[in-house]
């Protein structure tokens, strides 16, 4: 049995750990439990800690357009200033933590080294590790998952996917936005809905990209000496934008 | 990002640390051979001391990426992303991939000779690490001094990092074109 704590409307959930497994499971609930019940937590009013307000600073100024193209974003004049969310921050300098919080929930994770796994539904999903494998259940918003070495795998992600590994595998098995991955060493398996475009670098490992709904994609494939094989009707519904140095790719559709 | 600091020395510096790294270098040279790599770098040094300008300036060469120093962090941010927009454009010409991946963390350090060093230059070469191809990862520390007015720069919150050697988590943010 851990520790429970109250989840204040619109909080979200950080975790911060330098070595161990970092496991959050998304489940029905409405409070939050943390295993074992000697971590630190504190719920902190805004999302840095320390700068009251910089948040809401650079969220007003980064709104991105949802489509997700990077670069091109738009802010919408109607569009209220976002308040300050507080944050509840787990923190934990080593050994396993384990997180229960309500389906939906916000999470984010920065982690040295160990795995981490979020388990059930989340709302938006940001991971950094430097070492150790990532692992994503389902996100309904956005997910931005990084690390420097290690795998990392996404199940589902309902918005934007921005997957990052220096040396690993990066799967996402579906998204329905736009999607951007890369990795230097280490293949690429992607499948999208085919709503958002799709931009994917790897140096030289495989890519394979499976097209889950009847759409046709605009394959644009750059590559110093990997080969193409697109299996799936070509057209304009979504940009596939493909960049390699050694690598291959495969385009599937459903 | 500031470890324990007492009355600052002589030879203590106040700016935006930036580094950069060539993602692929190897493969690019092992595909294309030793003179192309070099090309390479020599590219990528040319476009970034013709987008600086006198706003920073390069302190040193680090394999295949830089280390550069600028007074402003905004100068800093805005000369990182017109990097990026200039080696997207060379990427997608010509068959030259220029994949850079750009970190800043603005804090203090401390000169010797023509290098500079301290925590804060340790932070934003971690921050590097983290960073995909063509993105600018920055510190809280270096967004909060971007002033808002006359900028058209933004900022999307990546989350918290912990980074080997630094005990605290830094929060980072992807800067992008507002």
């Not at chain 1, 299996?231 to 390699?244: A, I, M, T």
């Not at chain 2, 990427?91 to 850079?100: C, I």
């Amino acid at each position: 049995m851990g520790s429970r704590y109250e989840l204040p409307a619109d909080a979200r959930i950080r975790v911060l750990t330098a070595s161990g497994t970092v496991i959050v499971t998304a489940e029905d609930r409405t409070d939050v439990e943390v295993e074992p019940a000697n971590r630190t937590v504190e719920l902190k009013e805004s999302g840095s800690g320390h700068r009251y307000g910089i948040l809401d600073h650079l969220h007003r100024r980064g709104r991105r357009n949802p489509e997700g193209r990077r670069g091109q974003r738009r802010v919408s004049d109607d569009e209220p200033p976002r308040q300050s969310r507080p944050v509840l921050e787990v923190k934990s300098k080593s050994g396993s933590v384990e997180v229960r919080c309500p389906r939906g929930t916000d999470v984010s994770v920065g982690a040295i080294s160990g795995r981490v796994n979020l388990v059930g539904t989340f709302g938006s999903v940001k991971v950094s590790t430097v070492s150790g494998s990532i692992e994503v259940d389902t996100a309904e918003g956005d997910v931005d998952a990084r690390c420097v070495s290690g795998s990392i795998t996404v199940k589902s992600c309902g918005g934007r996917c921005d997957v990052t590994s220096k040396s690993g595998r990066v799967r996402v098995e579906r998204v329905d936005g736009a999607a951007h991955a890369s990795t230097i060493s280490g293949g690429v398996e992607l499948g999208t809905s085919g709503r958002g475009e799709v931009e994917l670098k790897m140096v030289s490992g495989e890519a394979k990209v499976k097209v889950l709904e009847t759409k046709h994609p605009r394959v644009r494939f750059q590559s110093l000496s990997g080969k193409m094989l697109c299996e799936c009707e070509q057209g304009s519904d979504f940009d596939l934008k493909v960049r390699s140095i050694s690598g291959s790719l495969e385009v599937t559709g459903e | 990002m500031s470890t324990t600091r007492t009355a600052a020395p002589a030879n203590a510096v106040q700016g935006a640390i930036v580094f950069t790294d060539i993602a692929g270098f190897t493969e690019f040279t092992a595909v294309r051979g030793d003179e192309a790599a070099l090309e390479l770098l020599a590219i990528q040094e040319r476009l970034i001391r013709l987008e600086m300008g006198e706003h920073g300036h390069i302190v040193k060469e680090l394999g295949d990426g830089l280390m550069l120093w600028f007074e402003d962090a905004c100068q800093a941010v805005s000369c990182s992303l017109a990097f990026q927009e200039e080696f997207e454009r060379r990427s997608s010409a010509e068959d030259m991939p220029l994949w850079v991946r750009i970190g800043i963390h603005y804090g203090r350090s401390l000169k010797r000779g023509n290098d500079v060093i301290g925590h804060d230059v340790n932070v934003a070469a971690r921050i590097v690490d983290l960073a995909a191809p063509g993105e600018v990862l920055v510190s809280e520390a270096t967004a909060a001094r971007v002033t808002e007015d006359g900028t058209d720069i933004g900022f999307e919150e990546i989350g918290p990092a912990m980074m080997k050697g630094i005990p605290e988590p830094v929060q980072i943010y992807r800067a992008v074109r507002a």
